[in-house]
């Protein structure tokens, strides 16, 4: 009875989304349309004006031409990409979020095949302010809490600390990534685990060289807790709130016909239909725990090359390109971890979903880059042992304890009788 509640339940959810869906389109029939040949037209006439009246010099064409490459690639990307998961704001939107997992996919592929001064000459045209070796920073240089000599502040490295630009990256980055894994607990995981990473790879990036208060108090208690609280907040408020966007009547056929310039209907069109719980349940069976720590190595890897890379490309932190990729690691993560999460859980779903391969794909290429450009630069720093015996005997404890739950656990617990309770 249970079950065949549950199933209605769920064909209820399905049809009332179906019927939803159906609203909206009505609703905003312009905008659903695909007009191929209207946005064919427009592009053709955009590409002769630019193609044929503007006299640029030799770089400026080069980098005109590959932009209206890239504009011509992402147009047919819009109109000719198969659908994916999510529907709002609006399907093309996100079949052009899946051209840009592919054209960043191409370009990593590209500066793969270029030497390490090339690469930065590059990254030099794009932007004119790189191309120079980035100072040595550490955050460790004084971990004095309290300052009383220091004529500034009685808690100046404190202050100094909060000022950097990563306290807000930090507190967002956990909001956005809360939103997306949707289960404090995997959360907490990968919060701690950046933490261990950082101390694992600070003789390699001295910017990883923090003070104890940073990584526990500032990193972990106030800025991951908090970003984490309000992901948790906002994905409570989603559940609760009512997503019957097109009204409870329908409307009639002269009021579609002018619904669709409704500014209220657009805006609406931003947020979320429905919001997915995601039940990762990781020691329910062994593909949903080693999907899930897949998950967590994968993400901490998106993390971490956002440090090599700009170490290795000579990218400040405060240059433009670090926001621009993590904006696009958020527009492709969100519907490739969707489709990871049902590839991982629904034993049904047999094939990786596009937007997860295209995200796997770039963390691969990224990882090629980071070891191609500094792997001889990185290789003759010694590891300290301080850092390679406790992943040793803490690899050595997890992989033990994994096979000791799944393998001998799981299996004692299934051959005891269940005892029934009065």
């Given at each position: 009875m249970a079950?065949?509640?549950s199933n209605?339940?769920?064909?209820?959810?399905a049809?009332?989304?179906t019927?939803?869906n159906?609203?909206?389109?009505?609703?905003?029939?312009?905008?659903?349309?695909p007009?191929?040949?209207?946005?064919?037209?427009?592009a053709?006439i955009?590409?002769i004006?630019?193609?044929?009246t503007k006299?640029?010099?030799?770089?400026?064409s080069?980098?005109?031409?590959?932009l209206?490459?890239?504009a011509a690639?992402?147009l047919?990307s819009?109109?000719?990409m198969r659908?994916?998961?999510?529907?709002?704001?609006?399907?093309a939107?996100?079949?052009?979020?899946?051209?840009?997992?592919?054209?960043?996919?191409?370009a990593?592929?590209f500066?793969?095949?270029q030497s390490?001064?090339?690469?930065?000459?590059?990254?030099?045209?794009i932007d004119s302010k790189?191309?120079?070796?980035?100072p040595?920073?550490?955050?460790?240089?004084?971990?004095d809490?309290?300052?009383?000599?220091?004529?500034?502040s009685?808690?100046?490295?404190l202050?100094h600390?909060i000022?950097?630009?990563?306290?807000?990256?930090?507190?967002?980055?956990?909001w956005g990534?809360?939103?997306l894994?949707?289960?404090?607990?995997?959360?907490?995981?990968l919060?701690i685990?950046?933490?261990?990473?950082?101390?694992?790879f600070?003789?390699?990036?001295p910017n990883?060289?923090?003070?104890?208060?940073?990584?526990?108090?500032?990193?972990?208690?106030?800025?991951?807790?908090?970003?984490?609280l309000?992901?948790?907040?906002?994905i409570?408020?989603l559940?609760m709130?009512?997503?019957?966007?097109a009204?409870v009547?329908q409307?009639?056929?002269?009021e579609r016909?002018k619904?669709?310039?409704n500014?209220?209907t657009?805006?609406?069109?931003f947020?979320?239909?429905?919001?997915?719980?995601?039940?990762?349940?990781i020691?329910s069976?062994?593909?949903?725990?080693?999907?899930?720590i897949?998950?967590?190595?994968?993400i901490?890897?998106?993390?971490?090359?956002?440090?090599?890379l700009k170490t290795l490309?000579?990218?400040?932190p405060?240059n433009?390109?670090?926001v621009?990729r993590?904006?696009?690691?958020?527009?492709?993560?969100?519907?490739?971890?969707?489709e990871y999460y049902?590839?991982?859980?629904?034993?049904?779903?047999?094939?990786?979903?596009?937007?997860?391969?295209?995200?796997?794909?770039n963390?691969f290429?990224?990882?090629?880059?980071?070891v191609?450009?500094?792997?001889a630069?990185?290789?003759?720093?010694?590891?300290?042992?301080?850092?390679k015996?406790?992943?040793?005997?803490?690899?050595?404890?997890?992989?033990?304890?994994?096979?000791f739950?799944?393998?001998?656990y799981?299996?004692f617990?299934?051959?005891?009788?269940?005892?029934?309770?009065?």
């Open positions: 079950n065949s509640n209605r339940g769920s064909t209820a959810v049809n009332h989304t019927e939803q159906k609203k909206e389109q009505d609703t905003l029939n312009f905008f659903y349309k007009h191929t040949i209207l946005a064919l037209i427009i053709g955009v590409t004006y630019f193609a044929f006299e640029q010099s030799q770089v400026n080069v980098k005109t031409g590959i209206a490459s890239c690639f992402l047919f819009m109109l000719q659908d994916g998961l999510f529907i709002r704001p609006h399907p939107f996100w079949r052009v979020v899946m051209g840009v997992g592919v054209l960043y996919l191409c990593l592929v500066m793969l095949f390490a001064d090339d690469a930065r000459i590059i990254m030099k045209h790189l191309g120079e070796p980035l040595e920073r550490s955050y460790a240089d004084n971990c809490l309290y300052t009383p000599y220091d004529p500034e009685n808690f100046v490295n202050k600390t000022n950097d630009e990563f306290i807000w990256a930090h507190f967002l980055g956990w990534k809360t939103l894994l949707r289960d404090y607990r995997l959360c907490w995981v919060s685990s950046f933490e261990i990473l950082e101390l694992t600070a003789h390699l990036l990883f060289h923090e003070c104890w208060w940073d990584h526990i108090i500032l990193d972990i208690l106030v800025c991951n807790a908090l970003g984490i309000m992901g948790l907040l906002t409570r408020y559940h709130k009512e997503y019957n966007w009204g009547e409307p009639k056929s002269e016909k619904s669709w310039y500014p209220i657009l805006l609406k069109q947020t979320p239909q429905t919001l997915d719980t995601y039940n990762w349940e020691l069976s062994w593909k949903r725990y080693l999907g899930v897949l998950l967590v190595v994968l901490s890897i998106v993390e971490l090359n956002a440090f090599f490309l000579w990218v400040p405060p433009p390109l670090n621009y993590l904006l696009l690691w958020c527009l492709i993560g969100t519907p490739g971890l969707r049902q590839f991982a859980t629904d034993g049904k779903t047999k094939k990786l979903g596009t937007m997860a391969w295209i995200c796997i794909a963390v290429i990224e990882v090629l880059l980071c191609k450009y500094g792997g630069m990185f290789w003759q720093i010694p590891t300290p042992p301080e850092v015996y406790p992943w040793i005997i803490g690899t050595s404890v997890f992989t033990i304890g994994s096979v739950y799944f393998a001998v799981k299996k617990i299934k051959t005891q009788p269940k005892v029934k309770s009065c």
